[in-house]
């Protein structure tokens, strides 16, 4: 079982900047998809963006597409999330996952992903 660690969490003002990192997985993993997803107080766990290594699909959630940039470093093992001008509403627990569906066919979803990290706190403050 793979232990995901999430790092780079914090409390910005909107329209700052943050940059995710998860490590911790086996490079095996990382032909299938990976991703970012995240969950709001109160909400369900949605996707942000999911990729997979070979770089064939990358997939951005709309409401941060041209702000975030998901990324993988296969030499260092580390998948990141680059996010910029963070607004209050991207406030939430951000959670990496490994082991996704092939090609990400799987889309956005959250399901069928092998192993998911523990989280890490963002909050976006106006």
């Known amino acids: 079982q793979e232990q995901l660690v999430e790092s780079g969490g914090d409390s910005v003002q909107a329209g700052g900047s943050l940059r995710l990192s998860c490590t911790g997985y086996d490079l095996r993993y990382s032909r299938l998809c990976m991703g970012w997803f995240r969950q709001a107080p109160g909400k369900d766990r949605e996707g942000v963006a999911v990729m997979n290594s070979p770089g064939e699909v990358t997939l951005y959630a709309d409401p941060v597409k041209g702000r975030f940039i998901i990324s993988h470093d296969s030499a260092k093992k580390t998948l990141s999330l680059n996010m910029n001008a963070l607004k209050p509403e991207d406030t939430a627990i951000y959670y990496c996952?490994?082991?996704?569906?092939?090609?990400?066919?799987?889309?956005?979803?959250?399901?069928?992903?092998?192993?998911w990290g523990q989280g890490t706190q963002v909050t976006v403050s106006s």
């Open positions: 996952a490994v082991g996704g569906p092939w090609r990400c066919s799987g889309g956005l979803g959250t399901a069928n992903y092998n192993a």
